[in-house]
């Protein structure tokens, strides 16, 4: 028997959420979480962002906080906090930028749970996708 | 025997060397980090288009008719979504479909995107923030999975030609001969229930769906083909508990969520319609598809409430569907119906007043301010709207009914008959009943 609850979920319609936030440690400014604000590529110890354009440049020092909201909590906890150096930094429009971050200083657990998130959340998907074709 | 990591990649670079790529992201970023990965197995880089839009991916898939698509779930909410672009794909290329891979790539990590994905038959789906070797791993198994595909869907494959065919006995052999080659054969078990289910042998299709389901409870095609057999034989009971375990593990098709509600309402299971209402109020992304089917259940479960003698009942759906569909007329047009049928004049005048402004000038709105004055009105008031309706051309045939009806009343012999002949002739094949009600031979 499948409860009517079940069958209509509203956790089903959500992603998990990451807020960023990024201090340049350069210029002493400020990116607060925004929409523009996202994480594309995960690399060996190396992150591909979007951010608000001209908030930094080639070589800044940066602290960048990263927060996860998961579809069944209601509020935001601590995934992963970074310093790091911009080693690309490419406007793409007059709102957004493309910046790489290498990757200087990063506690091990909150690293391997930034990996983990994504990593078996895309296993779960490729399960259920094969499970679905049989 | 399996290739080799080094082989599997030889294989997949020969194969991307002719073939065309579609990158479909609005996302810069994204465009750049996977044409670098299809750079990285092998594209000439002159075969990896990148665009940021889906008119511009649309157009591509047209003109172009790319192998590969690889887009992200949501590249365009008013436009269309990245499965929308799967659909293109398919009616361009109908028979490179099994050597072209369509893959999506995504921030939308919901269960609900993943499951539209999996109907779709998507070849993969990525989620962002991806990593390259992911990336590069998924496409590989997809091609491969494609260019040499074990024995077991080799067979599969051929037996859905022969029942497509309509050769059951050779779709039936291919199918069985496949079976034991898969730890869980649930693909050739839903081709076997269709093949049975073709020659109309349908409890054996029955039996095959379930074995399947039995292998893989969420096998996508063998459940929706016990719940089209159920409902081909009217079971709608049973109907309504397979679509809502397709629901489950498939939310947010709004197609078959419209089939929930219509089998929750058949099966007079009203109480769940409310709860998946409640449900829907927690849903951030309301797709209008999804409000329509909403609100529509909603008006029913309030009527059927009404007519129980439930009122207060009824008035809260109806709250909930107005408020939910606020400015759909359509739904607005629904309660007041009801309320005009329940004989309710002030809750009928109240929502009334809930008419989109542009809408109080049409003439289904002329229409029910007429109806509900003949519940509420003086006679001479009815009639009076009637004849002005009338003036307009305006007019159904409880418009008829209702001025014949009250034209009797005021003894308005002459015009009972001219309004029967008027109605008779607006609307022939109800003429009987017209010259019934005037009492006319």
């Known amino acids: 028997m499948v409860n009517a609850e079940d069958v209509f979920n509203p956790k089903d319609f959500k992603s998990i959420e990451l807020e960023i936030s990024m201090k340049n440690l350069t210029t002493q400014t400020e990116v607060r979480p925004g929409p523009i604000n996202t994480l594309v590529e995960i690399g060996d110890k190396m992150l591909t962002f979007e951010f608000p354009a001209k908030c930094c440049n080639i070589k800044h020092s940066v602290f960048v906080e990263i927060r996860k909201r998961l579809p069944d909590e209601t509020k935001s906890s601590e995934l992963c906090s970074l310093t790091g150096k911009v080693l690309e930094a490419e406007n793409l429009t007059d709102s957004e930028m493309r910046v790489v971050v290498n990757v200087v200083q990063v506690d091990e657990l909150s690293w391997n749970a930034l990996l983990n998130i994504f990593d078996s959340r895309q296993a779960q998907i490729s399960e259920f996708l094969n499970a679905v074709r049989g | 025997m399996s290739a080799t ?18 990158i479909a992201d609005p996302s810069a970023t994204s465009r750049s980090g996977l044409f670098r990965v299809f750079q990285d197995c092998g594209s000439p880089p002159n075969s990896v288009i990148l665009v940021n839009s889906y008119g511009q991916a649309k157009e591509t898939i047209k003109n172009i008719k790319p192998h590969i698509v690889i887009t992200e779930f949501d590249i365009d909410r008013r436009s269309g979504s990245g499965l929308d672009l799967l659909i293109e794909q398919r009616q361009q290329q109908p028979k490179e479909t099994k050597e072209c891979l369509f893959v999506i790539a995504t921030n939308n990590t919901s269960q609900s995107a993943v499951a539209r994905a999996a109907e779709e038959d998507v070849d993969a789906f990525i989620i962002k923030p991806f990593t390259v070797e992911t990336v590069r791993k998924t496409l590989v198994k997809a091609a491969l999975l494609k260019l040499k595909p074990p024995e077991y869907l080799l067979l599969v494959e051929k037996g859905k030609e022969a029942l497509i065919a309509q050769n059951y006995d050779e779709a039936e052999k291919l199918l069985e001969q496949a079976v034991p080659l898969d730890p869980a054969p649930s693909l050739a078990l839903y081709y076997i229930g269709m093949t049975k289910f073709a020659r109309q042998i349908t409890e054996e299709a029955e039996g095959k769906y379930n074995k399947g389901l039995d292998f893989n409870k969420i096998h996508y095609k063998c459940l929706v083909g016990l719940y089209e057999l159920m409902g081909s034989q009217k079971r709608h009971h049973e109907a309504y508990e397979v679509v809502k375990r397709v629901s489950q593990y498939f939310p947010a098709n709004p197609k078959r969520l419209s089939e929930v509600l219509r089998l929750a309402i058949i099966t007079q299971q009203y ?25 529509a259940a909603l008006v029913v479960c309030g009527k059927y409430y009404l007519g129980t003698g439930a009122r207060s009942r009824a008035m809260t759906l109806f709250q909930k569907a107005s408020a ?38 049409s003439k ?19 009639i009076q709207i009637g004849r002005e309706l009338q003036k307009q051309n305006i007019h159904s045939e409880r418009f008829y009914e209702i001025m014949i009806g009250r034209s009797q009343e005021s003894s ?30």
Do not use: W
């Not at chain 2, 209402?277 to 951030?284: R, T």
């Not at chain 2, 002949?421 to 109800?430: G, I, L, Q, S, T």
């Open chain 2, 5 to 22: 990591p080094e082989k599997e990649s030889d294989i997949f670079k020969k194969y991307l060397a002719t073939r065309k790529v579609l």
């Open chain 2, 324 to 361: 939910t569909g606020t400015g759909r007329a359509n739904i607005i047009k629904e309660i007041v119906q009801a309320l005009v049928e329940a004989n309710l004049p002030k809750d009928a005048r109240d929502y009334q007043k809930k008419f989109p402004p542009e809408f109080q000038t």
């Open chain 2, 412 to 441: 308005l012999k002459d015009a009972v008959e001219a309004l029967a002949y008027e109605a008779a002739k607006n609307y022939p094949d109800k003429k009987d009943h017209f010259m019934a009600l005037a009492k006319i031979s």
């Open chain 2, 271 to 295: 109480d769940d319609v409310e709860k998946y209402y409640q449900a829907f109020c927690n849903i951030d992304e309301r797709d209008d598809t999804l409000v329509k089917y909403v609100c």
């Open chain 2, 364 to 382: 289904d709105y002329q229409l029910l301010n007429f109806e509900i004055t003949n519940l509420e009105g003086p006679v001479s008031a009815v």
